[in-house]
T-cell receptor, first 112, second 114 residues
Framework: DGGITQSPKYLFRKEGQNVTLSCEQN?????MYWYRQDPGQGLRLIYY???????QKGDIAEGYSVSREKKESFPLTVTSAQKNPTAFYLC???????????FGSGTRLTVV | GESVGLHLPTLSVQEGDNSIINCAYS??????FIWYKQESGKGPQFIID?????DKRQGQRVTVLLNKTVKHLSLQIAATQPGDSAVYFC?????????????FGKGTMLLVSP
């Protein structure tokens, strides 16, 4: 089955630690995206990548970093510089610009 | 788990009723719009899309209407079922630094009573 897989589903982090969220897709999509979701605020764009080895900051990139070394993979690192990292993180992909996104099932990150 | 529906506008309907969820979008240059459904703890699922050269598009039990004059989008769900209970988001395609990305509204929670 083709799809987009996020792991882990739940993640706990101590303050001051970096954590990396995984996102893998086997849909052969060129574009991949990371969104953050907080209660009552919808989805906010963190980073996106239209092609391998290229990515762009979204609206709330501070405290996050990404890489796109392979077409299938777009990992997100939440760094210690992110002051309020507790949230639901969603990865998405699309076949190309101006087409709908396919979303993963999300990772819920909690800082303890 | 934590609900993504806290503090969201809520539409409560009875099973079998028709539901209408509204969305105001921000950018008159947006050329592509999508409705997503999100159940608690899951990722959003694509429902229906519409491009700016259309004003109406129908799917199975769903219809999207686009009014570019007032920058308004609506999702109509016919014969609403309990399984339709979820948060619904509209999204608009906006160009950003030469790329296009989707910008999402804050969502509306639909509650369907049996």
């Amino acid at each position: 089955d083709g799809g987009i897989t996020q792991s882990p589903k739940y993640l706990f982090r101590k303050e001051g630690q970096n954590v990396t969220l995984s996102c893998e897709q086997n849909l052969n999509h060129d574009a991949m995206y990371w969104y953050r979701q907080d209660p009552g605020q919808g989805l906010r764009l963190i980073y996106y990548s239209q092609i391998v080895n290229d990515f762009q900051k979204g609206d709330i990139a501070e405290g996050y970093s990404v890489s796109r070394e392979k077409k299938e993979s777009f990992p997100l690192t939440v760094t210690s510089a992110q002051k309020n990292p507790t949230a639901f993180y969603l990865c998405a992909s699309s076949v190309k610009v101006n087409y709908g996104y396919t979303f993963g099932s999300g990772t819920r990150l909690t800082v303890v | 788990g934590e609900s993504v529906g806290l503090h969201l506008p809520t539409l409560s309907v009875q099973e079998g009723d028709n539901s209408i969820i509204n969305c105001a979008y921000s950018n008159s240059a947006s050329d592509y719009f999508i409705w997503y459904k999100q159940e608690s703890g899951k990722g959003p699922q694509f429902i229906i899309d519409i491009r700016s050269n259309m004003d109406k598009r129908q799917g199975q039990r769903v219809t999207v209407l686009l009014n570019k004059t007032v920058k308004h989008l609506s999702l109509q769900i016919a014969a609403t079922q309990p399984g339709d209970s979820a948060v619904y988001f509209c999204a608009e395609n906006i160009a950003f630094r030469g790329y296009s990305t989707l910008t999402f509204g804050k969502g509306t929670m639909l509650l369907v009573s049996p």
